[in-house]
């Protein structure tokens, strides 16, 4: 770029400007530059704190590289990853020239920069009736995206009411203008109008959407009729009327022919707003968009469609008398306020016609990709739309004809929509594929599905962040995905790929979100089975499920009480976290409800809730028994050592008695040992923390020297202790186990643990015995019954126990 400014550009300030704007953008979009040191410098230093001005100026590269450091923050590198970025390319560049070419063409003479001003103003007003279908218009540039809609107010009060110059409010007080929108408007666009223009909140009349016929995203026209008739009756005056083309929420367009005649009947103003007006510069059209055309204006916000920064919001108007508009602020007579045009008329000739028609193209195309994906998945229903599944057979007779087109017409035209709004829905299908349906689930139950769906969009979003999806909450359907490629595709650069990719993380996803569902009430019955445990009922957290450990000791202090189970949770939960398993285990949202609880996330199909439970149970009775030691440590400890100072006074005291007090004697004593020495035996001493006694050492060591050679007793373990696989998780069944279930009888049982014994090596000293031959009869080995013990004792013993055996019946007689 700068070997073409320097060939074509003959003005030397104009290629320097150029040359420096490459400059600058390749030192703040190049993060990784900064060096080590450099990094380690600014995290020990204060330039977040405001300082004052220094006295020296500083060169471009610093105030740059303050900028970028500003910017980025102190960010680690993974976040930076994840952080969506616009992807600015030289059609964003030619944007931020714009702005710089704006302040040095300002500093121009005023007949050269008039006729500068009135050539970019033309062009691009031009440029964008002749893209965009609207024929015979005039174009308002602005920055905040409101601003157009208020000026067009201005426009109409103004034309319908022809003293509001000379008398201003008096005017409106004797007849109210009302504004009308749709309650799918984005919300406090009203509220902002009637702020800015002096009018009370009663000048604004909100439309409900439909609710039996059409989209429920959609302006009820018939009741919009009712409320128009119902103001004039009152005395006030319809002013104008606020349609979408795109609803903020769910993309959805109003029936804007209907509107536009209702509008004519009671010469009210039609103003249309929305992202489906990108679509108007495609070679296809759908006839409700088509109809925006014939709107008296409408609001273009071509920063997101077309991915360029920085440039401003568009208003086309349509009126034929000049004074008006420039009494409401629609022209300005200042050259310099119409330089907001200059970075849209360069980045216009830099893509040109056919680039900008194929960014509108791609993104429309990306959401019908994602759509066809969203229609082979059972779980997944997309809000707000009519299924084709769901369309009624037409039946024989006019009126079944007349209601088969009408609905497949609403079909058609929500199917063509470029916004993708889908939610996770739990159904019969799916509800049988997980493993059974949901007893206890039912469909008023809306909060649950709305946090998982909150938690799928969250997770897409990490995933796929070149997919800009986002979370939206409707009024009917709740939380759901919205996929605006519009909005999102050219800034983030989103490609056929990344759609390609959500639909497979999304279809990742949905056996969690079945399994978490299913499991649930599971989860709830055996918290609720524990006595230990007490389960929290939030359905705002996506997971499992929420539970609190209970301490089994009665406190009467509550604040007492309330620290301990707050410090016996907080380490239950260090240490689940600590356990190698695929639950995620959290305090939960940070401004929750709930305190001192333990959060359980997403679980899989091949979870053992029961497992889950005991665990945490176990694990919180060892947290509170070792903190009840801890608690009586010091006390045992002070009667431990009392008590051992007594017994040392004793023994003391017997061995003065035992060996006099001569031998206590230094010289004489060690005199009278080696003459005489005294066997004297040295009693040692345990202290045992647990019982708080001290204690004889001799049993310790007479049980040692019992247990030397011996095979020490095995550990015991919890009953559903089971054996892991290598690289098993823990808290996972097998599902091959859990779905054959063995119906043999306990004799077949017996015979498999028979078998099993036998396939184990035996140990030493059965070895032989097992592979010896049988010993012969004591008549076959020459011996009298007589002369083997082991044979007269056997042979003795056997008649008792059959005695035994035989006698206690009589005996309980």
């Excluded at 770029?1 to 003005?11: A, C, E, G």
């Excluded at 702005?99 to 033309?122: G, N």
């Excluded at 049988?774 to 020459?782: A, L, M, V, Y």
Aim: hydrophobic content about 35%.
């Amino acid at each position: 770029m700068d070997t073409s400014f320097q060939q074509i550009m003959v003005d030397p300030t104009l290629a320097e400007m150029g040359k420096n704007l490459n400059e600058a953008m390749r030192i703040l979009e190049d993060g990784h530059r900064e060096r080590e040191e450099d990094k380690e410098k600014r995290r020990h230093s204060r330039k977040d704190i405001p300082g004052p001005l220094q006295g020296s100026g500083q060169d471009v590269a610093h105030i740059l590289q303050l900028v970028q450091n500003l910017m980025h923050g102190n960010e680690d590198e993974d976040l930076q990853s994840h952080r969506r970025m616009q992807n600015v390319g030289e059609q964003g560049h030619m944007a931020l020239l714009g702005h710089s070419l704006a302040a040095y063409i300002s500093v121009l003479d005023k007949e050269r920069l008039r006729k500068l001003t009135t050539r970019i103003l033309s062009d691009t007003t031009l440029w964008l009736c002749r893209l965009f279908r609207y024929e015979n218009g005039s174009a308002y540039y602005h920055e905040d995206d409101r601003e157009g809609l208020l000026k067009v107010c201005r426009l109409v009060i103004h034309s319908r009411f022809d003293d509001y110059s000379t008398e201003g409010f008096n005017m409106l007080y004797n007849k109210q203008p009302v504004i009308y929108q749709s309650a799918a408007c984005r919300s406090g666009l009203g509220q902002h109008l009637c702020n800015q223009l002096g009018l009370p909140l009663s000048s604004l009349c909100t439309v409900p959407c439909n609710t039996m016929f059409g989209s429920q995203h959609q302006m009820d026209v018939a009741l919009l009729d009712r409320l128009i008739k119902d103001d004039m009756d009152s005395g006030k005056l319809p002013l104008l009327l606020i349609a979408n083309a795109g609803t903020p929420a769910a993309g959805h367009t109003d029936k804007l022919g209907r509107l536009k005649e209702l509008c004519a009947q009671y010469s009210m103003w039609l103003h249309v707003e929305g992202v489906n007006l990108a679509t108007l510069a495609l070679a296809y059209v759908k006839s409700s968009v088509m109809a925006a055309t014939k709107c008296d204006s409408m609001t273009l916000t071509l920063g997101p469609w077309l991915g360029l920064p920085a440039v401003p919001a568009v208003t086309l108007y349509r009126h034929e008398d000049p004074s008006l508009s420039l009494a409401a602020g629609l022209n300005s007579s200042q050259p310099v306020e119409k330089l907001r045009a200059l970075p849209l008329w360069l980045s216009l000739q830099y893509l040109g016609h056919d680039g900008i028609v194929e960014r509108i193209r791609h993104a429309s195309q990306l959401s019908q990709r994602l759509l066809d994906h969203l229609t082979k998945q059972t779980s997944i229903t997309t809000a707000g739309l009519v299924a084709r599944s769901g369309v009624p057979p037409v039946t024989t007779g006019s009126l079944g004809d007349i209601l088969g087109t009408l609905i497949l017409s609403i079909v058609e035209d929500d199917l063509n929509s470029p916004v993708v709004v889908f939610r996770f829905a739990q159904t019969d299908a799916n509800s049988a594929q997980s493993g059974g349906p949901l007893e206890t689930f039912h469909s008023s139950d809306r909060e649950i599905l709305d946090a998982l769906n909150r938690w799928l969009g969250e997770q897409l979003a990490l995933l796929v962040p070149a997919s800009g999806v986002d979370i939206v909450d409707l009024e009917d359907e709740g939380s759901c995905v919205r996929f605006s490629p519009l909005m999102t595709a050219a800034v983030l650069g989103t490609k056929d790929e990344d759609v390609d990719m959500l639909a497979e993380r999304l279809q990742e996803k949905i056996p969690v979100l079945i399994s978490t569902l299913r499991l649930r009430e599971e989860f709830r019955e055996e918290v609720h089975r524990t006595a230990a445990l007490t389960y929290i009922e939030d359905l705002s957290w996506p997971g499992l499920g929420t539970v609190r450990y209970e301490m089994s000791r009665e406190e009467p202090d509550e604040s007492k009480r309330q620290v301990e189970l707050e410090k016996i949770n907080s380490v239950l939960l260090k240490k689940l976290k600590e356990l190698d398993s695929d639950l995620t285990f959290s305090t939960g949202p940070e401004f929750g409800p709930e305190k001192n609880c333990v959060y359980i996330g997403m679980a899989t199909e091949d979870l053992d809730v029961a497992e889950v439970v005991e665990m945490i149970a176990t694990i919180g009775r060892e947290i509170e028994e070792n903190s009840r030691l801890l608690e009586n440590m010091t006390e045992v400890v002070c009667k431990g050592i009392l008590e051992a100072e007594l017994q040392l006074q004793k023994a003391t005291e017997e061995k003065l008695m035992e060996e006099g007090v001569l031998r206590q004697l230094p010289v004489v004593g060690s005199v009278l040992n080696w003459f005489s020495p005294v066997q004297s035996s040295v009693k040692g001493r345990t202290f045992n923390l647990a019982a708080g006694s001290v204690d004889s050492t001799e049993p310790t060591y007479s049980m040692k020297a019992q247990s030397t050679g011996e095979t020490p007793p095995p550990t015991p373990t919890s009953a559903r202790t089971k054996h892991r696989l290598p690289g098993q998780k823990l808290f996972r069944r097998s599902l091959a186990s859990s779905d054959c279930v063995s119906e043999t009888s306990s004799v077949g049982q017996v015979e498999e643990l028979e078998k099993e014994e036998l396939r184990e090596p035996a140990p030493e000293g059965r070895e032989a015995d097992v592979q010896k031959e049988p010993e012969p009869e004591p008549e076959q080995r020459g011996e009298t019954p007589g002369e083997g013990e082991g044979g007269e004792q056997e042979g003795k013993r056997e008649p008792e126990v059959e005695g035994r055996e035989t006698e206690h019946p009589d005996s309980l007689r």
